[in-house]
């Protein structure tokens, strides 16, 4: 059985600064791996993904995440929030891309401070 | 990527109706699924949809309650049955191509 971790409900950073959202996850074979955004109000968008390749992953928003085998972690990172940023965050990993359903962890809802 | 409607995008509903949630894609998906989003909470997935078989349901989901039908390949429907208030979420439907999901912008149910 596959599931995620997210490491704080919560997240609080001022307006320029790095933003760092954990993400681990436990798969019995290869995962695929996702980071999707939710403003309010709103549906989930695809922010990157992970499949095979290059750890390094570049998304959308200058969002980024490295996938770290060793450490079953999948976290997101960006060099500098804008106050667009604030939103929930979910990871979510599957086991066969998009032919199987999704598991999400619950969720980290980024503040981003004036 | 696949743009994904869902009708309605709201409603409030009484305890013991039933409501039906339709999903419709673009263009041509096999693979179709659908979550649900409590208040506060993350996304579990309710069940799969595959056109031209049973709907494969998660631990937790039983066909009684959420009877899902996909006549086609490009729409699916999500029926809450006998509603209680602890079916207000909201119900998102998503379609899976090769390597990702999108999901369309979710229906937001509450019962009273």
């Known amino acids: 059985a596959q599931s995620v971790t997210q490491l704080g409900s919560h997240v609080s950073v001022s307006e320029g600064a790095l933003v760092l959202l954990r993400c681990n996850y436990s798969s019995s074979v290869p995962p695929y791996l996702f980071w999707y955004v939710q403003y309010p109000n709103q549906g989930l968008q695809l922010l990157l993904k992970y499949t095979t390749g290059a750890t390094l992953v570049k998304g959308i928003n200058g969002f980024e995440a490295e996938f770290k085998k060793s450490e079953t972690s999948f976290h997101l990172t960006k060099p500098s929030a804008h106050m667009s940023d604030a939103a929930e965050y979910f990871c979510?990993?599957?086991?066969?891309?998009?032919?199987?359903?999704?598991?999400f962890g619950k969720g980290t809802h980024l503040i981003i401070q004036p | 990527s696949a743009v994904i409607s869902q009708k309605p995008s709201r409603d409030i509903c009484q305890r013991g109706t039933s409501l039906t949630i339709q999903c419709q894609v673009d263009s041509q998906v096999t693979m179709m699924f659908w979550y649900r989003q409590q208040p506060g909470q993350s996304l579990t997935l309710i069940a799969t949809?595959?056109?031209?078989?049973?709907?494969?349901?998660e631990s937790g989901f039983v066909i009684d309650k959420f009877p899902i039908s996909r006549p086609n390949l490009t729409f699916s429907t999500l029926t809450v049955s006998n509603m209680s208030p602890e079916d207000s979420s909201i119900y998102l439907c998503?379609?899976?191509?090769?390597?990702?999901?999108?999901f369309g912008p979710g229906t937001r149910l509450t019962v009273t």
């Open positions: 979510a990993v599957s086991e066969g891309g998009g032919a199987d359903g999704l598991t």
């Open positions: 949809a595959n056109q031209g078989s049973e709907a494969t349901y």
């Open positions: 998503s379609v899976g191509e090769t390597s990702e999901q999108y």
